[in-house]
């Protein structure tokens, strides 16, 4: 029995579940792509009058131009897609609670950590696939991005992909193990938005609310991925940011592992799967 | 520590955390099981009975890992049940009744196969088997469909496959058939009795339908409270509590004399609205013969004749009662437990001896009924 074998076995199954669940119904475009498309439309459309008053401009220049504006808004787009599909994902999961397939997971003898890593990046890789593919596109034809340097797409992807996994690991370990998953839904979703800088620049955010952000790997990523495409920063530049997502990252899978542990524990002493 | 291929559970409690009032209420301990000890061996289908509430589940839970006991310990093989409980959970699977635990958006093979790579079953192997259990289950014709295509009873199907996914060396059962259509239910006990036989499964099988217990399992272990209150094979709890055949004999024309020949049997009567009469008779033995006979030679004509076996479940009423009682007889180690061995077995003292009566009857008397029974004829006058 070799454990990395058997984990990739478990993403592979956890992959294909989370395929069949995404891909059941051909109108899943519409939320791989057609909604994000219409929220960012709706976001341009109503910051754009004001970002380009010129007070605004003084204090944010790129609001000036509405195809930065737009790539800005875009790439924040994209990146909290990233991060809110694994928030949906979890959310499906804890369903599994009431189904009963959670205490089958429970039964076998498969990694619990890697079973929550593999559910959430399994439904990230084909969740966000498409509307990466088409910022992406967007963003070249419309001449707005300013990279450094060709290996900084990897940069950007992975301070997407590995924040994104472990906060999914993260969510995942704590839905499965509350029985208010609806709460979490609902409180990580407007204001991760929010919070995160996806429709206004960080700098122009409260204080309190900074640093409400910096706990949410989006707000770190966000830096990261503007700063690679659209600010032409350079890995040394964006070092800080990188190893602070990286910090928080690996807190995140801390976090999961010890939620898993705790919760599996308590769960087999008082025969509920819940935390509290 | 010697290894030893069986489950082996010693001093087994669990103890659940309760609050009484709301979430802030004092919090107390509630007891589902009780120092059970119970010996699993493989190639044998043992038996777990009891009331509701019995701590059956909470049992085949903590068998597998899903929950911790308070106290006590559980070896399987010679692992611990909570030390090593991911090299256990390898070893074992859990089947679940009415279950349908399985994913409604993949199609029965592929829930097989997600399950077999959890268990990390070899690659190969994991294609073979699942058709196997597919063909097993009688799925095959529908291995590619969507499970929500499927009917409640084909789900279940699907989640008994899973649960042999991984050719568990244990199958723990929990009301397996429960739900399951009579055709299926007898199938799947066709199944559970090979894994014994021939695979050298060590099954354990909690059930409400106790004709299953008794036709699957050598050995039964009876719980009551979370509490041992007695063990041993279907036919030796049968004969320990006394349980009883019943003998149903109509008779068209009763007569004093026909009513003395049944009472000398200790047997009851019964008025028919046709003026016949029915006697009952509830004995360990097997008193149809003599009965009959005896009814026959005083004259009665025969009108219908039916013999009830003892049941179990006569047995396990008896059982529970006595425990909830608290009067279970001594014997296992366990102050208020029953080990009922072959040849310890006793009746009650009423169930041990035949009326004088009966045993007078002639050889040859106890064939006389089901003719007699049959052609409905009217017994000699001496």
Redesign the interface.
């Given at each position: 029995?070799n454990p990395l074998?058997?984990s990739l076995?478990?993403f592979?199954?956890e992959t294909?579940?989370q395929h069949?669940?995404l891909f059941?119904q051909p109108l899943v475009v519409f939320s791989m792509l057609v909604w994000p498309v219409l929220q960012l439309a709706t976001t341009y459309y109503t910051l754009r009058p004001v970002a380009t008053a010129s007070r605004a401009a003084e204090n944010w220049p790129l609001a000036a131009d509405p195809d930065r504006l737009l790539a800005f808004l875009a790439t924040g787009t994209l990146a909290y897609a990233f991060f809110f599909s694994l928030v949906q994902s979890a959310w499906h999961l804890s369903f599994e609670r009431t189904?009963?397939?959670l205490?089958?997971?429970?039964?076998?003898?498969?990694g619990r950590l890697t079973l929550m890593i593999a559910n959430g990046a399994g439904a990230l890789l084909q969740n966000a696939w498409l509307l990466t593919c088409f910022t992406v596109a967007a963003l070249t034809g419309f001449g707005t991005l300013s990279v450094s340097a060709w290996w900084m797409y990897g940069i950007v992807l992975l301070a997407l992909l590995i924040p994104a996994v472990a906060w999914g690991a993260f969510l995942n370990s704590l839905l499965v193990f509350s029985r208010d998953s609806a709460f979490l839904y609902t409180i990580l979703d407007e204001p991760l938005w929010f919070v995160s800088g996806v429709r206004l620049p960080h700098f122009a955010l409260p204080a309190a609310v900074q640093v409400v952000g910096a706990v949410f790997p989006l707000t770190g990523s966000l830096l990261a991925v503007r700063g690679a495409l659209l600010e032409h920063r350079t890995a040394s530049e964006l070092a800080p940011t990188l190893l602070g997502l990286g910090a928080l990252s690996a807190l995140l899978l801390v976090a999961a592992a010890l939620i898993l542990r705790v919760g599996e524990?308590r769960?087999?002493?008082?025969?509920a799967l819940s935390l509290v | 520590m010697t290894m030893t291929t069986a489950i082996e559970v010693r001093g087994l409690r669990k103890d659940f955390p309760v609050r009484e009032k709301g979430i802030l209420g004092p919090r107390t301990l509630k007891r589902a099981v009780d120092g059970l000890d119970l010996d699993i061996p493989r190639g044998r289908v043992t038996g777990l009975l009891g009331l509701n509430g019995a701590g059956k589940t909470t049992t085949i839970k903590i068998l597998a890992t899903l929950l911790r006991p308070s106290a006590g310990t559980v070896r399987i093989d010679g692992l611990d049940a909570v030390a090593d409980a991911r090299a256990v959970r390898r070893r074992i699977n859990l089947i679940a009744g009415g279950e349908r635990m399985v994913y409604t958006r993949m199609t029965g093979r592929e829930n097989l196969w997600y399950f077999g790579q959890l268990y990390d079953v070899p690659k190969a192997d994991l294609r073979r088997r699942t058709g196997e259990l597919l063909d097993l289950v009688g799925l095959s014709g529908a291995a590619d469909t969507m499970v929500e295509r499927y009917s409640r009873g084909m789900t279940q199907r699907l989640a008994i496959a899973r649960g042999l996914v991984n050719r568990p060396d244990y199958l723990l059962l929990d009301e397996p058939t429960l739900g399951l259509d009579a055709p299926i239910a007898r199938d799947l006990r066709r199944v559970v009795a090979d894994l014994a036989a021939h695979d050298g499964t060590g099954v354990l099988l909690t059930s409400h339908y106790l004709a299953e217990v008794e036709e699957l399992c050598g050995h039964v272990y009876v719980i009551s409270a979370g509490r041992h209150l007695a063990q041993g094979s279907p036919a030796e709890l049968k004969a320990a509590t006394g349980s009883h055949r019943t003998v149903r004999l109509t008779v068209t024309d009763p007569t004093e004399r026909t009513r003395a020949a049944a009472d000398a049997f200790g047997a009851t009567r019964e008025t028919l609205p046709d003026g016949g009469e029915l006697i009952t008779l509830r004995h360990p033995g097997d008193m149809a013969g003599p009965l009959t006979a005896a009814v026959f030679e005083a004259g009665g004509s025969i009108g219908g004749l039916e013999i009830a076996e003892a049941s179990l479940e006569d047995a396990i009423l008896t059982l529970a009662e006595r425990g909830e009682a608290g009067l279970a007889g001594p014997g296992s180690g366990r102050p208020d437990a029953t080990t009922i061995r072959p040849g310890a077995a006793t009746a009650p003292p009423e169930a041990a001896t035949a009326p004088p009566e009966a045993a007078t009857v002639p050889p040859g008397a106890g064939t006389a009924p089901s003719e007699a029974a049959a052609a409905g004829v009217k017994g000699g006058t001496p």
């Open positions: 029995m074998r058997h076995r478990v592979a199954a294909l579940k069949r669940r059941g189904t009963g397939t205490e089958l997971l429970f039964l076998s003898p498969a524990a769960a087999r002493r008082t025969g | -």
